[in-house]
Nanobody, 122 residues
């Protein structure tokens, strides 16, 4: 499956952005989807994931209550709604997918999209 992330940009602290990850290829609903981020000089970090049906979601503690992951299987798209953004959320955000349960959440996703830059100014 091919993934294309979009929706990044520059926003002030406290603002919101919605990232989208469009998938092309096989049946979208069989894939767990997720978002990771990498800030300059730091390792890539898991942000959120969602199961194929959307029934299970997971978040890193630092974004709980601020970010929401969702998916629209008919549109082959996953989303990351980011609210109350902080300067420390600044990073390149990547979407990822894997047909095996929990592989995305464990950082073992097979498919990765190119990143989209999110910059939060203070």
């Amino acid at each position: 499956v091919q993934l294309q992330a979009s929706g990044g940009g520059l926003v002030q602290a406290g603002g919101s952005l919605r990232l989208s990850c469009a998938a092309a290829g096989q049946t979208f609903s069989i894939y767990d989807m997720g978002w990771f981020r990498q800030a300059p000089g730091k390792e890539r970090e898991f942000v959120a994931s969602i199961s194929g049906t959307g029934s299970s979601t997971y978040y890193v503690d630092s974004v709980k209550g601020r970010f929401i992951i969702s998916r629209h299987n008919a549109k082959n798209t996953a989303y990351l709604q980011m609210n109350s953004l902080l300067p420390e959320d600044t990073a390149v955000y990547y979407c990822a997918a894997d047909p095996l349960r929990d592989y995305v959440r464990r950082g073992r996703a097979t498919y990765w999209g190119k990143g989209t830059q999110v910059t939060v100014s203070s």
